[in-house]
């Protein structure tokens, strides 16, 4: 189509010009021949930026099937039909072939936007708490993204660990609600505090913090089937506050057992952000979950948090510096037997059955080149089950991205258990990702 | 217990309702809101007073990493239109905000959603496999298309196209906006390109690959850049070619863009007798360009200048 056009173009040149050769041209005549030519530019340009889309809608639902039948037809110079010149031979039949790996983000279109993130650590140090194998492939995370319908998005989230495969997340999101609600479906990363909400791969660590690992869930966290519902509440002076409502089966690692079908458990989260200047800004959050715990249904655990994080970044220089502070804390209230209690401590009358745990994070990182990044982390939390023994922490980390898509880490760790020794450990992370250019979270 | 799954029920049944009902409809001012502010003044020059325009990046930020802050949300969940560059300029900070903003009338294929690079001649279409040891390349094209200003034309009329069809009472009145534009921007093109003209054909280094559509316009010749590749920040290995190219070509401009760091640049300025000049690439990248005009007038001016003073 494209080539037509142009020969077009060229030959009405070509004919202007020659009766302009004739007649002498005023500079009129050469004033609306420009603009003619200009508007033929420009139609050109529409019909090309058509023919991209059209490109990028129509090929990918033809079968593949055809493919080898004509393979044998095609030019071997030209394997790739989404040049302009391929595109441009499609029109001559519809049997266009299209070999693999080729073809572009058109070839592509309807499938799915699919990445890949590896994350390999390695370990140095003793700790008999929590030991660590010295080489791990500690995840492959698949990500699988696209638009279901005009009316709903969904995204997928498989983690392939050492021992075997976890949906960590899948859900869809409904985004063409009424009254402006997001509503989502599926298993997802609760809506508790910040660190539960992350991914391995965007955390600001090769760990998680201590009171995670203590209070909520460890690695996998508060991850569940349920569905969520958000909405952003109206708030003067460009305050942005949003609601989080979320209802789950019950069942988040060691934080929430559904030992029956109406063992239902609850997340609800308030955030609050504000723009301080165009270079920084605040984020505030308070978190409230509640569920059955692993002791049975007449046993609940309640989870409070209240998360702040200040961040810093000079938009003209937005690549090469920032900063972020942030803070967690969080309270876990948990029922349990109270001849469990009785084992643990030296009964102490009132406080039979039911353990009050807390635990902070305090962390703060800082861009200071464009591929660097050095942060620290201090940690303390009690134990959920006995809230009389606590463990403190600390780490130091460097980060380093040799481009985008790939990201090296050190981490120093070393953690005060209640037991009254220390482990000091050295990871090592790589972090490498292929695929779609996925949107960092905020 | 039992009261919950009730609720959950009625909740579900909530949905599938709401999923169905339709959007009240407004008789109030169009809110548009654009990803960069080059948009948001081509859209301005078309709107008028009927309609309310803004960007949510910045002029002087580097419009690949912006970050999707929630105070973002807050324009977008109101707008009747969102604008953007397309061709995955925005890709690292657009979806989520649009998928977050509970806004059905801005999302990608409902009426509200224009991806203006449709309309534009997009240059540096990638032929053939693209992976990313080419560094992050956009494989669907160069999106950095409104730096000429033909494409300027061609977007905004795209624009009054679109805002016609949303508000068609006005329609009459968009299109006489964009001729209106259309001419003046032709006559500023004729003295832009007039001060372009005498280096027509220069040979040019930049930092990043966003001025080939302007670099194209006016005539010029982007032989090498200062990232070895897109998004790679600069090497001392691909420096010192980069240096002898320049002296090579005899080559002594070197666009850069305002967010990227200038000691790479300046090194090699000096070592080759070059120029390092900080051109805008977008509108609001200085308080003064505050549209898209001035914004060339910005960008030419310090170029003739450079172009004279390295003669």
């Keep these: ?442 | 217990m039992k009261m919950m799954n009730s609720q959950l029920k009625f909740l579900i049944v909530l949905l599938c309702v709401a999923l169905l009902a339709p959007s009240a409809a407004q008789a109030k001012k169009l809110k548009v809101i654009t990803t960069l502010t080059d948009l948001a003044s081509l859209t301005q020059e078309i709107s008028g007073d009927k309609v309310d325009v803004e960007a949510l990046a910045k002029g002087y930020q580097d419009p690949h990493f912006v970050e999707p802050k929630p105070s973002f949300l807050l324009k977008l969940r109101n707008a009747d239109l969102l604008i953007s560059v397309g061709l995955d300029l925005e890709i690292g900070w657009l979806p989520p905000l649009i998928t977050q903003s509970g806004n059905g009338r801005i999302q990608p294929g409902a009426q509200g959603y224009l991806d203006a690079s449709q309309f534009a001649e997009i240059l540096e279409q990638p032929q053939g496999k693209v992976d990313r040891s080419m560094g992050d390349v956009h494989p669907l094209g160069n999106p950095h298309y409104w730096l000429d200003p033909d494409n300027g034309r061609r977007v905004a009329k795209g624009i009054a196209t679109k805002l016609g069809e949303l508000d068609p009472g006005d329609s009459a009145y968009f299109q006489q906006r964009y001729q209106d534009f259309a001419n003046r921007l032709a006559e500023a093109e004729k003295k832009w390109d007039a001060e372009m003209a005498p280096y027509r054909g220069r040979k040019i280094v930049t930092y990043h690959r966003s001025w080939p559509n302007f670099a194209k316009h006016f005539g010029l010749d982007v032989v090498g850049y200062i990232e070895p590749r897109p998004g790679i920040p600069p090497t001392p290995s691909h420096t010192i070619e980069l240096v002898n190219l320049m002296k090579r070509e005899n080559i002594k401009i070197e666009l850069i863009e305002p967010y990227f760091d200038s000691k790479t640049p300046n090194s090699i300025a000096s070592m080759t007798g070059g120029k390092v000049v900080v051109m805008l690439p977008s509108v609001g990248g200085k308080p003064e360009v505050t549209d898209y005009f001035k914004l060339f007038d910005y960008d030419i001016a310090l170029l003739t200048k450079a172009f004279q003073e390295t003669k």
């Design chain 1, 1 to 442: 189509m494209k080539r037509i056009l142009n020969l077009f173009i060229v030959v009405a040149l070509a004919s202007s010009a020659l009766m302009a050769q004739q007649q002498q041209p005023s500079a009129a005549d050469v004033a609306a021949l420009m603009q003619k030519v200009r508007d033929l530019e420009d139609r050109v340009v529409i019909l090309e930026g058509q023919l991209r889309q059209v490109k990028a809608q129509q090929q990918p639902a033809q079968p593949t099937a055809t493919a080898p039948a004509t393979a044998a037809n095609a030019p071997a110079t030209q394997p790739q039909v989404t040049t302009e010149q391929g595109a441009a031979g499609a029109t001559q039949g519809a049997e266009t072939v299209r070999l693999g790996g080729a073809g572009g983000a058109a070839a592509k279109a309807l499938n799915p936007d699919i990445s890949v993130i590896g994350d390999f650590i390695g370990s140095a140090g003793h700790n008999p708490n929590e030991p660590t194998p010295s080489f791990q492939m500690h995840e492959s995370e698949i990500g699988l993204q696209a638009i279901v319908d005009p009316y709903a998005r969904a995204d997928f989230f498989i983690s392939f660990g050492e021992e075997g495969v976890n949906l960590e997340e899948g859900f869809i999101t409904f985004t063409a609600l009424p009254k402006g609600f997001v509503a989502k479906a599926g298993k997802m990363r609760a809506a508790f505090g910040k660190v539960n909400t992350l991914h391995n791969h965007v955390l600001p660590w090769v760990d998680r913090p201590l009171v995670t690992r203590n209070l909520v869930g460890g690695e996998d966290g508060i991850d569940d089937a349920g569905i969520s519902v958000q909405h952003i509440i109206p708030a003067p002076k460009n305050w942005f506050v949003e609601f989080t409502g979320q209802g789950f089966r019950g069942d988040s690692s060691d934080v929430f057992r559904a030992s029956n079908k109406n063992d239902l458990s609850t997340v609800g989260h308030l955030r609050v952000f504000k723009d301080i200047t165009d270079n920084s800004n605040i984020d505030l959050g308070a978190s409230y979950s509640r569920g059955h715990n692993t002791f049975g249904t007449d046993f609940l655990t309640n989870l409070y948090g209240v998360d702040a994080t200040w961040r810093w970044k000079p938009l003209q220089r937005s690549i090469y510096r920032s900063f972020v502070a942030r803070s967690e804390f969080i309270w876990r209230q948990q029922d349990q037997p109270a001849v469990l209690s009785c084992q643990l401590l030296t009964c102490p009358g009132a406080a039979l059955g039911v353990q009050r745990a807390f635990g902070y994070y305090a962390s703060a990182d800082y861009q200071f080149a464009r591929r660097w990044f050095f942060g620290g982390r201090f940690d303390h939390s009690d134990r959920a089950t006995n809230a009389a023994l606590a463990d403190k922490g600390g780490a130091l980390v460097l980060t380093y991205w040799p481009s985008e898509f790939a990201q090296v880490r050190g981490q120093y760790r070393i953690t005060r258990y209640a037991e009254h020794f220390d482990a000091h450990e050295g990871f090592i992370q790589l972090q490498f990702a292929l695929g779609a250019h996925g949107a960092h979270p905020f």
